[in-house]
Nanobody
Framework: QVQVVESGGGSVQSGGSLRLSCVVS????????MGWFRQTPGKELEGVAS???????RYADSVNGRFTISRDNAKNTLVLQLNSLKPEDTAMYYC???????????????????WGQGTQVTVLS
């Protein structure tokens, strides 16, 4: 059974930084497409970033240049570095996984099979 566990959320002032981590177990991690999604109350789940098994990242326009996604296959870990945070980045952030394929760069939530429980990020203005 695949398990996905996030950590690292919290509260930060506008312009600050946070680092989210996600650990995956139960599957060959290096073969997975990994993604970060976020959701605020009343809004749909939004794809933030993804990275495929060849280490190719993809970002939503809203975070490109501010967030960095990276993976460590030796540690089964995914990291999302959030810099220059804005109040509109406030959301519950979810780590998700699916076997890697061409769908990875699309960041379509329906394609992702395994999800973490989420970690809250709050950016104070």
């Amino acid at each position: 059974q695949v398990q996905v566990v996030e950590s690292g959320g919290g509260s930060v002032q506008s312009g600050g930084s946070l680092r989210l981590s996600c650990v995956v177990s139960g599957y060959t991690y290096s073969r997975l497409c990994m993604g970060w999604f976020r959701q605020t109350p009343g809004k749909e789940l939004e794809g933030v970033a993804s990275i495929d098994s060849d280490d190719n990242p993809r970002y939503a326009d809203s975070v490109n240049g501010r967030f960095t996604i990276s993976r460590d296959n030796a540690k089964n870990t995914l990291v999302l570095q959030l810099n220059s945070l804005k109040p509109e980045d406030t959301a519950m952030y979810y780590c998700a996984a699916v076997w890697s394929g061409t769908w990875c760069s699309l960041m379509n939530q329906k394609a992702f099979r395994w999800w973490g429980q989420g970690t809250q990020v709050t950016v104070l203005s």
